[in-house]
């Protein structure tokens, strides 16, 4: 688990507007992660309007993510999962095909979606990234969709004052 985790982002005034999809699957991790996030968004984005939606398992963050986005249109989208190996590769397909979906909506939705939607090996390591209080990877998440949602703000903000950029 790496221990370099990215600066903590400046606080924003400004209202922005995030969405969870969180897992109801390994609940009790994935619950954590909520909990760190939205501590973390009180002091990193205090006027943050949150909607956070539950779904079954990691396999359906993904549809809900779609839908969020094309109707709600968020800052930033965060998926919340806990994906825990067993004996056979069924883990594995789940997480691979969850990466790849998600990705792909934030490319082709032009949204930050952060992907915490945690392959382990194990329910150590799942405590440790979900339940500990020096590396929780849901106030990395919240971190991680303040710092993207500054920067896409100041980037559009940048291409309106471009001529020919104006629809970016």
């Known amino acids: 688990m790496s221990q370099h985790a990215p600066i903590r982002p400046r606080p924003i005034q400004e209202p922005v507007s995030i969405a969870i999809i969180a897992s109801l699957y390994n609940n009790t991790y ?3 992660l909520l909990d760190a ?3 973390e968004l009180q002091t990193l984005a205090p006027n943050t309007e949150l909607t956070v939606y539950r779904v079954p398992g990691a396999f359906e963050i993904p549809v809900c ?3 969020v986005l094309k109707n709600n249109r968020p800052d930033a989208l965060i998926g919340f999962g806990v994906i825990i190996r067993g004996s056979t590769e069924h883990a594995d397909l789940v997480g691979a095909s969850v990466t790849d979906a998600l990705q792909q909506m934030a490319v082709r939705h032009v949204v930050p979606v952060i ?3 945690l392959l382990v090996n194990n329910e150590q390591q799942a405590e440790q990234r979900c339940l500990g209080q020096e590396i929780n990877r849901g106030a990395e998440a ?3 969709a303040v ?3 500054s920067l896409f703000r100041k980037m559009r903000a940048s291409f ?3 001529p020919g950029l ?3």
Do not use: K
């Open 142 to 144: 919240a971190q991680t």
């Open 115 to 117: 992907h915490e939607v």
């Open 37 to 39: 996030a939205r501590e």
């Open 65 to 67: 993510a779609e839908l």
């Open 166 to 168: 104006e629809g970016a």
């Open 160 to 162: 309106s004052r471009t």
């Open 147 to 149: 710092n993207m949602i």
């Open 30 to 32: 994935v619950q954590g």
